[in-house]
């Protein structure tokens, strides 16, 4: 069982910068994949980033690639989602997630274990 908790999201002009954070409880932690998703009102949950149980391979689609950056720290049990040059289309709420498989999902239904989101607001 794991239990996921996330913080750090806000309100940022267009251009700025968040860095979200998921603390993790369960000492199994270090064994499973994590990924980040976000939801916009209206619209499908989104794949924004994943990171193997190592912290070495990361994922992206094209839509954030080269603006965010996810890493983990298995001491703390913590994920983060460094946010930079960011833009009004990125506004959702944004969860983090827990794949028990060693390469992380894409997909919202291959993730076992969810948070309860924070809001990210970006203003033009």
């Known amino acids: 069982q794991v239990q996921l908790v996330e913080s750090g999201g806000g309100l940022v002009q267009a251009g700025g910068s968040l860095r979200l954070s998921c603390a993790a409880s369960?000492?199994?932690?270090?064994?499973?994949?994590m990924g980040w998703f976000r939801q916009a009102p209206g619209k499908e949950r989104e794949f924004v980033a994943a990171i193997r149980w190592g912290g070495i391979r990361t994922y992206y689609p094209d839509s954030v690639k080269g603006r965010f950056t996810i890493s983990r720290d298995n001491a703390k049990t913590t994920v983060y989602l460094q946010m930079d040059s960011l833009k009004p289309e990125d506004t959702a709420v944004y969860y983090c997630a827990a794949d028990s498989d060693i390469i992380p999902g894409r997909l919202p239904n291959e993730y076992n274990y969810w948070g309860q989101g924070t809001q990210v607001t970006v203003s033009s």
């Open positions: 369960g000492r199994t932690f270090s064994s499973y994949s």
